[in-house]
């Protein structure tokens, strides 16, 4: 089996849930009706092949910059998303450098390898992008994509380099399944920073970059996009409790076994797919499809 197929099936069988009914758990649906007939669940799809996959993942990376644009995490020429291209699984797509996210078409997007050339696309890309997401493309076979923007509360949160703490169930998604990278040093533009941006988001699914962002990762775009809309309102749920806490208010943490537990039931590959398909709906009906061109 070539390393793309091994790759790609074994994102699929990971979307899917492939594991008895274990993925099925980690969605927790109620899906039978009166009589007894079995609802579908949505899920990752398989495909015939993997230029139609390609599309897929261009189409929902297309989607993903325009549900960020509707959400304020535009910033100027920062900001980037990337999926693994299925075809050619050391390459990945990106944004072009000056496309404002809520004008992106899948026909937009770059295609470049993990040296830096581009390879498909007739614009330059962000060189803060390509060394941070060609280091975790390369540390981790697992992901498929990763996302990072400027967002206000996700830069707020990050001046204090610290983790998250467990206040709510939502912040559970994140139990031990993100690290911190304290080491600021100005734009990232080598290839050394971005191991250890890497480094410092070891096996999780999102990173803090000190006085400067968030970023998340995932099996699929929709999964890496869906937990960055996630961080970015329990960093805003973190910074609101904790002023609280400063007038006087405490803070009532979740346990360390709770958290764990819920952290099972809400932070899940296939639940992070689904939870965004939703903003997905929405920008088809919004846009009338336009971004899928």
């Known amino acids: 089996m070539s390393t793309t197929e091994t790759l790609t099936n074994g994102m699929a069988t990971a979307m899917k849930g492939a594991h008895g009914d274990q993925g099925l758990a980690h969605v927790q649906s109620i899906g039978t009706t009166k009589s007894g007939k079995t609802l579908k669940i949505r899920s990752y799809p398989r495909f015939d092949n993997l230029e139609d996959e390609r599309l897929y993942r261009k189409q929902h990376l297309a989607a993903a910059f325009r549900v960020f644009a509707d959400r304020g995490f535009d910033e100027g020429v920062a900001g980037h998303i990337s999926v693994r291209d299925p075809i050619l699984p050391t390459h990945f797509w990106l944004n072009p450098l000056s496309a404002h996210f809520s004008l992106i078409k899948a026909s937009d997007l770059i295609l470049c390898d993990e040296d830096g050339n581009i390879v498909e696309g007739n614009e330059p890309i962000n060189g803060a992008a390509f060394a941070i997401h060609s280091q975790i ?66 096996n999780g699914k999102a990173a803090i970059l000190q006085n400067h962002g968030i970023l998340t990762v995932g099996q699929s775009v929709d999964e890496a996009a869906f937990w960055f809309l996630s961080l970015e309102r329990t960093c805003q749920a973190q910074l609101l409790a904790d002023a609280a806490a400063a007038g006087g208010y405490e803070k009532k943490l979740i346990d360390d076994e709770e958290a764990a537990r819920t952290a099972e039931q809400v932070g899940a590959p296939e639940k992070g797919w689904l939870a965004f398909q939703p903003y997905y709906d929405e920008q088809l009906v919004k846009t009338k499809g336009d971004f899928l061109n």
């Open 137 to 202: 493309h390369k540390a981790r076979p697992d992901v498929t994509a990763a996302c990072h923007a400027h967002s206000v509360h996700g830069k707020a949160f990050s001046v204090f380099g610290r983790e998250l703490e467990m206040l709510t169930q939502d912040a559970c998604r994140f139990h031990k399944s993100h690290g911190v990278y304290r080491d600021f040093r100005g734009v990232v533009l080598d290839a050394e920073e971005g191991l250890r941006i890497a480094a410092a988001l070891g």
